[in-house]
């Protein structure tokens, strides 16, 4: 069964950190395009970041990363994680992970496999 599972979710004081897993089972990351997205209470789905194919090209959506979360993948441990540094109350949602980067608008429409996420509150 293709699955992708998100963990490491919680709850972290504003400047804190996180690192969020996004474990595959059913077939390899490797070659996959990988994305994570977040739903904040209220709001659209939006995408935060994509990393993509053999060669682990990485994306970010700037304007809700700002340089401040990273993805990563382990190959052998068929997981892609994503580093989130400087947490801010407005980084609260539920984070998913898919397989499909945010920058495929078409791709992310069709999508229909959404997981359960794991949730992240940013609170003092």
């Known amino acids: 069964q293709v699955q992708l599972v998100e963990s490491g979710g919680g709850l972290v004081q504003p400047g804190g950190s996180l690192r969020l897993s996004c474990a595959a089972s059913?077939?390899?990351?490797?070659?996959?395009?990988i994305g994570w997205f977040r739903q904040a209470p209220g709001k659209e789905r939006e995408g935060v970041s994509c990393?993509?194919?053999?060669?682990?090209?990485?994306?970010y959506v700037d304007s809700v990363v700002k340089g401040r979360f990273t993805i990563s993948r382990e190959n052998f441990e068929n997981t892609v994680y994503l580093q989130m540094n400087s947490l801010k109350p407005e980084d609260t949602a539920v984070y998913y992970c898919?397989?499909?980067?945010?920058?495929?608008?078409?791709?992310?429409?069709?999508?229909?496999?959404w997981g359960r996420g794991t949730q992240v509150t940013v609170s003092s």
């Open positions: 990393i993509s194919g053999p060669d682990a090209i990485r994306s």
């Open positions: 898919a397989e499909v980067c945010p920058g495929d608008y078409y791709a992310v429409s069709e999508y229909q496999w």
């Open positions: 059913g077939f390899s990351l490797e070659n996959a395009d």
